[in-house]
């Protein structure tokens, strides 16, 4: 996350060395726009589940940790919309949300054979409304860097309760080209640091002194195909 932060403030540096320099006309890519994208994402969950139980006497708490580190890579469609408003000559504020429609699954197997103790989480529904400061290039192309609050939903199967849905920030850089005709193709990389998942046992096979907890984060990149009305 660090390594992605001083990227992004780099291309931020870069684009207020540039202002002065660029002659480009912002009015090309000013204006609403709706676009269709797909993207590959890359999620991985750092988590644990932890079970308590009494030992032998019935006196005492013994507590059981098992670490769980998991990747899940999923291919997603999605759309978008948004204003770029410009703010100089070469210069644009680009507002705008998405949606992205697909899933990725994660599972945890319980450590014996039997299936009911296995619990699965699947994230799905992402969307995003975030603000990109973008810098013309040329009359076609420009560059932006993106800040963005970001959700998704969560289910769970298994004997366990439905956590909360995920909230987090998006970080991200890209390209946009324009043509005469006012379609536009995107191209961007980012990354998104979720809150974290926990739920527990309900009682019935997983014991409700068994909790589950994870750290999901998403690194993702995305090509857009859109128009500029």
Not at 13 to 39: H, K
Not at 69 to 77: D, H, L, R, Y
Not at 181 to 204: L, Q
Request: hydrophobic content about 40%; aromatic content about 8%; overall charge negative.
């Amino acid at each position: 996350m660090n390594k992605l932060k001083t990227i992004i403030f780099a291309a931020c540096s870069l684009v207020l060395v540039n202002l002065g320099t660029a002659t480009a006309d912002s009015g090309n890519f000013a204006g609403p726009y709706v676009g269709i994208s797909i993207s590959g994402y890359g999620m991985a969950l750092d988590g644990q589940s932890s079970s308590t139980s009494t030992d032998v006497a019935g006196d005492a708490q013994v507590t059981e940790t098992d670490e769980v580190p998991v990747g899940a890579t999923t291919p997603i469609s999605g759309i978008e919309a948004g204003y770029a408003i410009p703010l100089g000559s070469a210069v644009l504020l680009d507002v705008g949300a998405t949606y992205m429609n697909g899933e990725a699954k994660l599972d945890h197997t319980g450590d014996d054979s039997d299936t009911v103790r296995n619990v699965s989480f699947k994230i799905d529904d992402l969307r995003s409304i975030y603000i990109a400061p973008t810098l013309v290039l040329s009359d076609t192309s420009s560059l932006y860097i993106k800040a963005g609050l970001s959700e998704a939903d969560v289910t769970v199967s298994g004997d366990i309760t439905s956590p909360a849905n995920l909230s987090g920030q998006t970080w991200g850089m890209g390209s946009r080209t324009v043509l005469d005709n006012g379609i536009f193709i995107r191209t961007e990389a980012g990354y998104t640091e979720y809150n974290g998942i926990a739920a527990h046992g309900k009682g019935s096979t997983i014991q409700t002194t068994t909790a589950f907890s994870a750290e999901p984060s998403v690194a993702y990149g995305q090509v857009s195909l859109g128009f500029r009305f």
